[in-house]
């Protein structure tokens, strides 16, 4: 039997094993993915023992630099953002990639209808996740990016990174100076919403109207940030939708096949 494993601390509430064993089943592989909560140190050596062995696996926060520097042949994704969610052995190498690029590219599609080429988007956040987004951004060509974080120095360093000829990057730390500025998309690269009760990203009363709104937080009722937007008559979707699609793109690294992605989706609805 082939071991998948997903790496993380937490990995507990994780809907990961529900679709991926899901998919697995669907197409008849043997084969079993399992949740490994593991501390940083840890990673390095779990990521070769399991590659050994013909495995693979997604790693998840707090883990996907350390990952990232632990594989030894690693995409433009994983060298730009400086993180890796998935890892498999090819060659005799230890493969990485960072799968929530195409998986943040395809969910936004769906909300959009298109690609986001031309557009003006706010984003929130300017860690790991935010870096993911802003790579996305700059590869499907999106015309301004302005980043929203309290450190400027971190969102400098995103600005700085993935600036390209036709997307320009611009820093704000304060949502004030933003009042009454419209985008075509806002996007929540922040962990807030995760717990009840957190702190509002970015609340629709600040007067800042975008035609479309992307939480990267998932939860199972969906978060109150997308619940707001969409009172506003605004469309808006959460993480469900990315997780499953860069869970999709992890599965055609390890397989080399398609993803049953309806059978993943089906077993997240259950």
């Known amino acids: 039997m082939r071991l998948i494993a997903l790496l993380g601390n937490p990995v507990e509430h994780s809907l990961s094993p529900r679709f991926q064993n899901a998919a697995i089943r669907a197409l008849g592989f043997d084969a079993e993915y399992r949740a490994i909560r593991c501390e940083a140190s840890e990673v390095p050596g779990l990521i070769r023992e399991i590659t050994s062995a013909g495995g693979g696996g997604n790693v998840t926060l707090p883990h996907k630099e350390i990952a990232a520097a632990a594989v030894e042949r690693a995409t433009e994704a994983v060298q ?38 031309g557009m003006r988007v706010l984003l929130i956040g300017a860690g790991g996740a935010a870096r993911a987004v802003a790579f996305a951004l700059a590869q499907e060509r999106a015309s301004d990016v302005v980043v929203l974080n309290r450190s400027l120095d971190r969102a400098r360093d995103l600005a700085d990174s993935f600036s390209t000829p036709a997307t320009s990057f611009s820093i704000h730390q304060s949502a004030d100076l933003l009042r009454g500025e419209t985008f075509d998309l806002v996007v929540n690269a922040t962990s807030l919403g995760l717990k009840p009760g957190d702190a509002s990203p970015l609340s629709p009363d600040m007067e800042i109207r975008p035609k479309a709104a992307f939480d990267l937080v998932y939860r199972p009722d969906e978060t109150e940030w997308v619940r707001a937007w969409r009172a506003e008559g605004i469309p808006a979707v959460d993480g469900l939708e990315m997780l499953l699609q860069q869970g999709a793109a992890a599965f055609e690294r390890w397989w080399g096949v398609p993803a049953p992605i309806d059978a993943m989706r089906a077993a997240v609805a259950r």
């Open 80 to 117: 730009q953002t400086g993180a890796c969610n998935t890892f498999w052995s090819e060659s005799g190498l230890i493969h990485g990639d960072n799968t929530d690029i195409p998986g943040f590219t395809t969910a936004l599609a769906r909300l959009l209808g298109r690609s986001p080429a």
